[in-house]
């Protein structure tokens, strides 16, 4: 499967931004999806994930209560939603898709898609 992130752009603090993965060459149903961000200088870091139903997500404590991922299975699309930015959430964003499981480490992730950059002012 190809994943192709999009939506990024310049944003002040406080201000919102959607950021969206299409998925190709195969159905997202039955895939684990994710989303991770690199900021520079900085490692890959873990930002939330969705069960392949989208019946559950899980986030990293820096954007929970900010962020809401979320997927249409049927438009092998899935989402970002980022309210509240803060300068530090600053980075290159990326989705990933897994068969079975996808860790906060993103180790063995089975597909990862191009980034797009996500800049917030303060």
């Known amino acids: 499967v190809q994943l192709q992130a999009s939506g990024g752009g310049l944003r002040q603090a406080g201000e919102s931004l959607r950021l969206s993965c299409a998925a190709s060459g195969r159905t997202l149903t039955r895939l684990v999806m994710a989303w991770f961000r690199q900021a520079p200088g900085k490692e890959r870091e873990f930002v939330a994930r969705?069960?392949?139903?989208?019946?559950?997500?899980y986030y990293a404590d820096s954007v929970k209560g900010r962020f809401t991922i979320s997927r249409v299975n049927a438009e092998n699309m899935v989402y970002l939603q980022m309210n509240s930015l803060k300068p530090e959430d600053t980075a290159v964003y990326y989705c990933a898709a897994d068969k079975v499981v996808i860790s906060t480490e993103g180790h063995g992730v089975d597909y990862w898609g191009k980034g797009t950059q996500v800049t917030v002012s303060s």
């Open positions: 969705t069960s392949w139903r989208g019946s559950s997500a």
